[in-house]
């Protein structure tokens, strides 16, 4: 263990490195970000490419908008902005685990200080009954109604908080 804390050791498995840090009560934890030239699956593309058909001028939008430095790999889908105001699109073909998607957009939002949100769902059977479940406490995150966005975003307008759309 000295030498390893005064850097002596030129690598340290992850189990040796696990069972340090349990010594000291921590737990390891990894993520993983993809890297290279991002890749989207042909729903994803199908999904963001019917919400950009409902932006109107004046409005703009940009694809794959990087959150952070050069050393964050994490990016928004999407950007809509009018002006210097703007809007974050966070898509998602099939809800798996919507309290760590609610985690990554939140992390994700404060890190590139954006302040709206438009989580982006296929309006899939699955998608809808998940929803269902947790609709009171996904609506705390993103009250305006997907409709009302939709209308703000077609009239060339950004809506005025974070918003979830079926699409």
């Known amino acids: 263990m000295s030498r390893i804390e005064r850097g002596q050791v030129s690598a340290v ?91 990554r957009i939140a992390l994700k939002s404060r890190d590139s200080g954006v302040i709206r949100v438009i989580l982006l769902l296929a309006a899939s059977r699955t998608n809808r009954g998940t929803l269902r479940l947790f609709e009171p406490a996904i609506r705390e995150s993103f009250p305006v109604q997907g409709a009302e966005a939709l209308r703000d975003l077609r009239s060339g307008r950004l809506p005025r908080g974070s918003a979830l759309i079926l699409l």
């Open 13 to 103: 498995s992850l189990h040796n490195l696990a069972r340090l840090l349990s010594v000291v009560g921590l737990e390891l934890s990894a993520r993983a970000y993809p890297s290279g030239t991002p890749i989207r699956d042909q729903a994803q593309i199908s999904l963001l490419g019917r919400l950009k058909e409902q932006v109107s001028a004046p409005l703009t939008w940009r694809s794959e908008v990087p959150v952070g430095g050069a050393r964050d790999l994490r990016a928004w889908d999407l950007v809509i902005s009018s002006g210097s105001d703007r809007v974050a699109v966070e898509a998602e073909t099939r809800l798996a685990d919507i309290r760590a998607l609610e985690r």
